[in-house]
């Protein structure tokens, strides 16, 4: 977000977005009639993240955006966007040039979450997925801020994540290996023993049906890996890693490595405690305990994750809050059963997270700075995966 802050402060100026010859101008005045009604409680958004001139420097350029986008849907609507127009609109905005997109789509992005999160958004769920989706694309940046530690402080923080004693506990039961399946996953009859070696006490009944949960309840009966979700976190995640190698019908331990995850200091052992990282969050987030209601949850809960690792962490209260029957606008009614299911949805995959030190709940959500550059990546690569 930084990069896009510099670019924002161009809108006073003249937005780049903008090409007077493309007639848009005549719509200026009524996108701005449009956004008067929660243009007050936009500044407040942009301003969790932004300094105030860059807030109302932002707020410029999507009058801008908009005023474009209005024009070429020869519509204004300024709760909800449409995927087609926007498609020609970043077209002619990479023609410009990359960076200009990028920045654009930076100031679309947090606007169509804060449509979203503020319960104004009057398009289906549908139009969001599909609208969030290209801007996603065409972003191209994270909002995480990687900072620089020093190898002592990163070896101590390492130390102290739960997520690191897991994945140690869970490569000491495979030993010097297990028969797994063909794809590499475990085989049925081990899964009551990997669930141990991780604290885990469940036991196998073919017949149930019950819902995954994280930490299930001592004496829970599973089925499958499905109704495991730790177990299968953590498992794909050392294969991810090379922690594993499959050999023939056997996982086995990759020695140097396996003793890199194993050492408290150095580079090899901070390395690969990054890569097993970025495997547990991207492999939550795409297959975490509640998946029903598709890709809505992985989006919101990889949007919470962007801005936990940023400078401007959200709030937990207003990140986990749902609107009350009757507080959204009537054009808006329709979106709060999603909101019921979605927003706790969300929240439980955090608290999932929060178990394993991969982000910290309190007064504000945060993930913890050594873990800043393993997330970003796994956000990367979580969007690739959905819009694939």
């Given at each position: 977000m930084s990069k896009a802050k510099s670019a924002k402060n161009k809108a006073h100026a003249g937005h780049p977005a903008r090409n007077p010859s493309a007639g848009a101008s005549k719509f200026e005045d009524q996108v701005r009639g449009a956004m008067l009604?929660?243009?007050?409680?936009?500044?407040?958004?942009?301003?969790?993240?932004?300094?105030?001139?860059?807030?109302?420097?932002?707020?410029?350029?999507?009058?801008?955006?908009?005023?474009?986008?209005?024009?070429?849907?020869e519509k204004v609507a300024v709760s909800e966007l449409n995927h087609d127009a926007l498609a020609i609109q970043f077209k002619d905005l990479r023609s410009i040039g990359d960076e200009v997109a990028v920045t654009c789509a930076s100031m679309l992005r947090e606007f169509v979450l804060f449509l979203a999160e503020s319960g104004r958004w009057s398009g289906s769920v549908e139009e969001f997925q599909a609208v969030f989706d290209l801007i996603t694309a065409q972003g191209g940046q994270s909002p995480v801020q990687v900072p620089?530690?020093?190898?002592?402080?990163?070896?101590?923080?390492?130390?102290?994540?739960?997520?690191?004693?897991?994945?140690?506990?869970?490569?000491?039961?495979?030993?010097e290996g297990r028969e797994v399946q063909p794809t590499g996953g475990l085989l049925e009859a081990d899964l009551v023993a990997a669930a141990a070696a991780i604290g885990l006490e469940v036991k196998l009944d073919a017949t149930t049906t019950k819902a995954a949960v994280w930490n299930p309840e001592a004496g829970t009966a599973v089925a499958s890996i499905e109704q495991l979700p730790k177990v299968?976190?953590?498992?794909?995640?050392?294969?991810?890693?090379?922690?594993?190698?499959?050999?023939?019908?056997?996982?086995?331990?990759?020695?140097?490595?396996?003793?890199?995850?194993?050492?408290?200091?150095g580079f090899s052992a901070r390395g690969v405690k990054d890569l097993l990282a970025e495997g547990i969050y991207a492999h939550m987030l795409l297959n975490g305990v509640e998946t029903k209601h598709g890709n809505m949850v992985t989006q919101m809960s990889?949007?919470?994750?962007?801005?936990?690792?940023?400078?401007?962490?959200?709030?937990?209260?207003?990140?986990?809050?749902?609107?009350?029957?009757?507080?959204?606008?009537p054009e808006q009614e329709h979106l709060q059963p999603l909101f019921e299911k979605t927003v706790p949805a969300a929240q439980t995959l955090l608290r999932a997270m929060e178990a394993e030190g991969l982000v910290r709940i309190?007064?504000?959500?945060?993930?913890?700075?050594?873990?800043?550059?393993?997330?970003?990546?796994?956000?990367?690569?979580v969007a690739e995966q959905l819009l694939a």
């Open positions: 009604p929660y243009v007050a409680a936009l500044r407040a958004y942009f301003n969790q993240q932004h300094s105030p001139a860059d807030t109302e420097a932002g707020i410029e350029g999507l009058v801008t955006l908009l005023t474009v986008h209005a024009r070429l849907r620089e530690l020093d190898d002592a402080s990163a070896d101590e923080r390492w130390a102290k994540l739960p997520m690191v004693h897991t994945a140690r506990a869970l490569l000491e039961w495979v030993g299968g976190a953590y498992w794909d995640a050392l294969l991810r890693a090379g922690l594993l190698t499959k050999q023939l019908e056997k996982a086995v331990p990759t020695p140097a490595v396996a003793e890199a995850l194993n050492a408290d200091s990889a949007a919470l994750l962007g801005k936990a690792g940023s400078a401007h962490p959200p709030r937990t209260e207003a990140a986990f809050s749902v609107p009350a029957p009757g507080e959204l606008a309190g007064k504000h959500i945060r993930v913890p700075r050594v873990l800043r550059a393993s997330l970003e990546r796994a956000l990367t690569r």
